[in-house]
């Protein structure tokens, strides 16, 4: 009998689920089969993590039926969704580290001895005995955080599973687990497929989805792109089927802001502005190689957690290496401070405008002063006027729509407050700008502005690594495109190869080995 | 395990008692009136009730939590067993724990149920509740007498030597120890302050835990406040302003840490008895007056916190 005969374990009828100012999730309907490993698929905001959270009773939803065994469902808290037995393991591990693994493993269900008082000897022996069975060997007694990451998660995995599951939920299992542990995980997840489990599988690495799930359901813009089994659908398909871009589609030029056709020759010959070599760090990048030149648009591309951000967070000093090094003009630069990057003319505009870029609070204009501070200072004194007539050119060249420069930039648009972050690195006059998804979550209007810009700051030398999960955008925006797969660089496009079908097919090539 | 990773969790586990034995055998070599069974028995004796609150602060800050009206709570419960003894010692008892854990109660589901940060809503406690004792002791007053000698005999009777709050003080201890490791409510206590989002999702009962806590830490209080009331025969209004601020220092300098889910009531005992110690050296010296214990308390302290940050740091990298 085929698995998908058996009645659905967990079933979304038409589920929407609206946010503040976005339809997270669209009509989604989607079923779990007992005894099947399905694949959750989708890029950046595509809604998986709103759908995992609607199953796991963290959302309600605003629209749909959940049916959970043949009844409808609703869950009001996430223990309620544990309860009933749907579990969630999640990528970040969700346990207390300063608690013994024992504890963490049995939290809520320790045994008992004489007066209801736990019985910490029968604890132990318990969670020695069920980790056994997920690889992992360890005195039980120590904090969790003295295990590796991967240890850590099999113990969640483990207590996910060891509460009477029906459903398991896997957020990225795999992302910060060993090759060794990553067996162990397909072992277990082979035992819960016997064992009539549902398990919903969310991951990036494809060569884990075809070797582990029986069908994919891919989200896009929070709707369902596609549902069915996996076993026959070939990679590229599944990756136009991610990233919205059907084969063989050509658009035509001059969507986006970008005009310009530079010819590669004038950026070759020159000495690259910066350049970064065997950029390493463990299960995030792997080997990284990175050059841009004077004037050269150099796209990243690659899924989600291939490693784009990390590279560009990597090469302006705000993420800790094991390995490689940043060189700027030749010159190589102290690791792990963005101080000496910026000093040396690398900045980094971050993908989290909200988290990491505008500070709510203050205004236009010092949000745009706040980088250039000490270049604009004399003798840790700040001349006001200064600043104005830097905030000033800068208003007026990135077209920046304030009432004033003193208005909160909190009040502007998604564009504007992008367009003010711009401002703020352009202040410090960089030799390059690492750009993380610069027009995400701005109007078609700002985000043609922010393109154009991107084109002329390039025109006048500035070298520009622009990292988009928008390929059009990526395409017609960078001269030469590296496209980034699992923390490494899978291929090189230039010239006439930076096309959507040649980043999408380099994607889809099988990792040998 | 390392062995530096070692050494360095025993001393945040166990650095106050460590450090307290090492000022009893300085002090026993130092000055000769200091181990006599006599000063070994004031020192225990005045450091039970600081103790007692310590005890449930201890919980408090361990679900990553603090609770400033303490103190207050102290003072409102020696009033409230002073006036209340006239009904008789079971009065004397009962009606300031009923009162305090109402107090806690409220803070508790203020905190547990608006999500509102602790330092704020026992702050707002510890204002309201010293005003309610001002009004109770008409500003200060009136100081109500403890009339009832049963009751006046709980706080200053005793057996070997010890009285009674010391025997209460060392039975809650115990008590506390097996509660917070032995005990569903202990591992939730510490699942909480080590990481809430997570315990949540584990299934911990989050908010009905909090409750529980802050409402411990005030009946805890109201009782060393009419344990103290007993000793003094008196409800005295003056005594405790401020209290909470050397219970939240004995509670750390004991390696409970202020970010929560790490720390144990043995702790909190060494220090509580290392500032009674402390005092009472000072006191041996002679000539420096009890100010300085403030002084020197203090700057202990600031070490015991940079230490922590140390120690904790090494036993990530390792």
Known sequence: MRRTDLEAVLEAKGISKRFPGVLALDGVSLALHPGEVHALVGENGAGKSTLIKVFTGVHRPDGGELRYRGRPAAFGTPMAAQHAGISTIYQEVNLVPMMSVARNLLLGREPRGRLGVIDAAAMYEEAARVLAGYGVDTDVRRPLRDLGVGAQQMVALARAVSVDARVVIMDEPTSSLEPREVETLFGVIGRLRESGIAVMYVSHRLDELYRVCDRVSVLRDGRLAHTGDLAGLDRLKLISLMLGRDLGEVRTRGVTGFDRRRSAASTAGSAPAVEAR????????????????PGEVVGLGGLLGAGRTETAKAIVGAMPLDGGQVLVAGTPLRGGST??????????????????????????????????????????????????????????????????????????????????????????????????????????????????????????????????????????????????????????????????????????????? | MTSREQVSRVLQQHGALMVLALLVVVGS?????????????????????????????????????????????????????????????VVALLLPLAVCAVVGLLQGLVIARTGMAPFIVTLAGLLGVRGLMLALSDEGATTYLVEDPAFAALGQGGVLGLTYPVYVTIALALGAMVLLQRTGFGQNVYAIGGNEQAAALMGVPVARTKVRVYVMSALLAGLAGALNAARLSSGVTILGIGLELDVIAAVVIGGTLLTGGAGGITGTV????????????????????????????????????????????AQRLS
């Open chain 1, 278 to 293: 065997g950029l390493t760090r463990r299960h995030v990048l792997d080997g990284v190689d990175v050059s841009v030149g």
């Open chain 1, 339 to 513: 101080t000496a990057a910026i000093r040396a003319g690398v900045s980094l505009l971050p993908e989290d405008r909200k988290a990491e870029g505008i500070i709510p609070t203050l205004s236009v204009r010092e949000n745009i002063a706040l980088a250039a501070l000490p270049s604009l200072a004399r003798g840790g004194v700040v001349s006001d006027a200064r600043i104005d007539r830097v905030v000033e050119i800068f208003m007026r060249r990135l077209r920046i729509k304030a009432a004033s420069p003193d208005q909160l930039v909190s009040e502007l648009s998604g564009g504007n407050q992008q367009k003010v972050l711009l401002a703020r690195w352009l202040a410090v006059r960089p030799k390059v700008l690492l750009l993380d998804e610069p027009t995400r979550g701005i109007d078609v209007g700002a985000k043609a502005e922010v393109q154009a810009l991107i084109d002329e700051l390039a025109q006048e030398g500035l070298g520009v690594l622009l990292i988009s999960s928008d390929l059009e955008e990526l395409v017609e925006g960078a001269d030469r495109i590296l496209v980034l797969r699992e923390g490494a660089v899978v291929g090189e496009l230039s010239g006439d190869e930076v096309t959507e079908e040649r980043i999408m097919a380099t994607i889809a090539d099988q990792a040998d080995g």
């Open chain 2, 29 to 89: 070599v130092a000055f000769d009136s200091f181990a006599t069974a006599g000063n070994a028995a004031s020192v225990v004796v005045s450091s039970s009730f600081l103790a007692i609150i310590a005890i449930g602060m201890t919980f408090v800050i361990i679900s990553g939590g603090i609770d400033l009206s303490v103190g207050s709570l102290f003072v409102l419960g020696g009033v409230l067993a002073a006036y209340g003894s006239r009904y008789g010692p």
């Open chain 2, 270 to 313: 060494a220090g509580v008895l290392l500032l009674g110690v402390i005092q009472s050296l000072i006191n041996q010296v002679g000539n420096l007056t009890s100010a300085f214990q403030q002084v020197v308390s203090g700057a202990f302290l600031a070490l015991v916190v940079v230490a922590q940050r140390l120690l904790s740091k």
